[in-house]
């Protein structure tokens, strides 16, 4: 039996290991003979990839040991050398001098030195925004384009969730990402949101989730605690605090809900993998490239800037690499789009609105904001998403 490795130490939000996920399940569907494992960053919740029984093993490196004791890291030295095949995520065969950090160069540099695969040496696939581009051309293995992930959730975790039910529906809230404040909207703009959907949608209860603090060196949720959250639910009388209750029960809390909203952040992408629809309320600098086969809509901003990556001489990446909080995210702009936001909640808690649908409509938008789709990209491909 062959045995694959695919290296994804990266970036710590849950949002990549979510990738190197679904990575490994394309693998796997072409070819279930293929053993799979991952090599991932310690600091992202190894937890949720031990837990999908087509990775054969999860090696987590610790970047902290590699910058200062190189191969000799014991996370290093604990991973089995022997492997047929060693495929790497392309983001860091291209690391960018200046806006990529250092410790990833170094720590990358370390591990593709000493896996190396005895058959092939290749990259995962690339995303695109190409339609007419098929990615999985792009890798020496066989490899299914976005094959369908679920991860399994601990019954203590769907038992835990039962005490949020209610007889409407739960739309539940990640009020910001990792990167906070400058990247979310506000919690005034939130009271607004969710006043205008309470208005809307009858009997809804809102739960807003979040950590605030991270452990293991993990990503929290940006400039937001529990306690601004008591605050504002207190001016909400149909929601609820939902943070720090625990990964698991997050994500079956997510589960439970009809509805699954937050800005640009990796932990929605756990809204996909569970099979609740994500209302994105879209901003700089990333869109949104990460689908599952289940609903979604990104409310696109207005902001010429949108997405800007990694520009950071102009707009709204200037303002981000000031510390300043992006053109898309100022009240104003958000408070524009509530209408739509409206209207799209509606949409997503329509049982018929179907995962190809949201493809198209999301598809057609862009097209009629006349933005530039070379700035835009998907995982495993636009064409693997349309099929």
């Given amino acids: 039996m062959k045995r694959l490795l695919i290296n994804y130490v990266y ?64 996370s290093v030295r604990a991973v089995p050398k022997d492997w047929d095949y060693v495929l790497t995520d392309p983001r860091v065969k291209h690391l960018t001098p200046g806006f990529d950090e250092e410790w990833l160069t170094t720590v990358q540099l370390v591990l593709q030195k000493v896996f190396v695969g005895k058959e092939i040496n290749g990259i995962t696939p690339h995303r695109s925004g190409k339609e007419d581009e098929d990615v999985s051309t792009q890798t020496p293995l066989p490899y299914k384009l976005n094959a369908h992930i679920e991860i399994p959730l601990p019954q203590s975790a769907k038992v835990f969730v039962k005490k949020y039910a209610n007889s409407g529906p739960i739309i539940t809230i990640l009020p910001a990402g990792s990167s906070g404040s400058r990247q979310s909207p506000s919690l005034k703009m939130w009271e607004e949101i969710c006043r205008v959907l309470s208005e809307t949608i009858p009997n809804i209860r809102i739960k807003f989730t979040g950590v605030t603090q991270g452990e293991h060196g993990r990503t929290a949720t940006g400039d937001v605690t529990s306690e601004n959250i008591n605050d504002l639910v207190w001016e909400l009388p149909n929601a609820e605090n939902c943070f720090d209750i625990g990964l698991w029960n997050q994500l079956a809390l997510i589960e439970a809900s009809k509805m699954f909203c937050s800005p640009h952040s990796g932990f929605a992408f756990l809204s996909q993998v569970v099979g609740t629809p994500w209302l994105a309320i879209s901003g700089c600098p990333w869109p949104e490239y990460f689908f599952n086969d289940t609903p979604f809509y990104s409310v696109l901003p207005d902001c010429p800037s ?82």
């Fill in 306 to 387: 949108y997405p800007s990556k990694g520009e950071i001489k102009t707009g709204c990446g200037k303002l981000l690499s000031e510390g300043k909080t992006s053109i898309c995210m100022r009240d104003e702009n958000i408070r524009k789009k509530l209408p739509e936001i409206t209207t799209a909640a509606q949409l997503l808690l329509e049982s018929q609105f179907s995962y190809h649908d949201a493809v198209e409509l999301h598809l057609k938008k862009l097209k009629d904001s006349k933005r530039d789709m070379k700035k835009f990209f998907f995982f495993d491909g636009i064409r693997g998403i349309r099929q």
């Fill in 11 to 74: 970036y710590c939000p849950v949002g990549h290991l979510i990738e190197a996920i679904k990575h490994a399940r394309g693998y796997y569907e072409a070819d279930k003979a293929l053993q799979v494992s991952l090599l991932v960053n310690s600091e992202t919740p190894i937890e949720l990839a031990n837990a999908c029984d087509w990775i054969e093993a999860v090696y987590p490196i610790s970047a902290n040991e590699v910058l200062i004791l190189g191969e000799e890291a014991e």
